[in-house]
């Protein structure tokens, strides 16, 4: 199988990830929340780095279910800064816990995240094959909207990166088989 040029082949995760998920859309709940959380934690990382951790973040996220960590208190803020599997860093484990509070809020607004996130596409995937591109108007605007709502780390090269890997941006490159225009 041909695969996107970017992809490390040398990591079995990667390459699965790239394969079974990267690209195709998604409209499980504790899935989308799961991508979004992941996502702000990748800020100024790389994704491979966060990938290698995902275990370790579904362990210390409680399997990324919602109302457990809306309610995560100081201490859980302690004990998650002190996990040495994965990315420590306060602010963005703050941003979590708020981020999770908002997106609850979405649901209720909407009905389910979901409905909210595709409606900025009409229900339908974009093809953009993948460039060194960060970011585009669809990013700026979700990210715009999410800022708005009060959720953090959510800049629009992390919304970019969230849209392709839930498969509202297909952004699998031409020389790769998972190509929509193959």
């Known amino acids: 199988m041909k695969r996107c040029n970017w992809l490390n082949l ?16 998604q409209h499980d709940e504790r899935r989308l929340y799961e991508m ?8 100024g990382l790389s994704w491979e780095c966060i990938l290698n951790k995902r275990e370790n973040f579904r362990r210390a996220f409680c399997q ?11 201490a859980d803020i302690d ?3 002190a996990d040495p599997g994965i990315i420590r ?12 509070r908002i997106f609850k809020s979405i649901q209720q607004e909407w009905g389910s995240f979901d ?19 960060t970011t585009s108007p669809l990013s700026d605007e979700i990210s715009k909207d999410l800022k708005r709502r009060g959720m953090k780390f959510v800049g629009s090269t ?21 190509c929509p225009q193959h």
């Open 10 to 25: 040398g990591n079995p995760l990667y390459v699965r990830y790239h394969d079974e998920e990267w690209g195709k859309p």
């Open 36 to 43: 979004l959380i992941l996502e702000c934690f990748q800020a």
């Open 64 to 74: 990324f279910d919602i109302e457990k960590v809306a309610n995560f208190t100081p």
């Open 79 to 81: 004990r998650l800064t």
């Open 89 to 100: 860093h306060r602010k963005k484990i703050e941003a979590a816990i708020n981020n999770s």
């Open 115 to 133: 409905r909210y996130i595709w409606h900025f596409t009409s229900g339908q995937p974009v093809c953009e094959p993948y460039t060194e591109r």
């Open 158 to 178: 992390t919304i970019y990166a969230l849209l392709q890997a839930i498969g509202i941006i297909n952004a699998h490159g031409p020389e790769c088989d998972l």
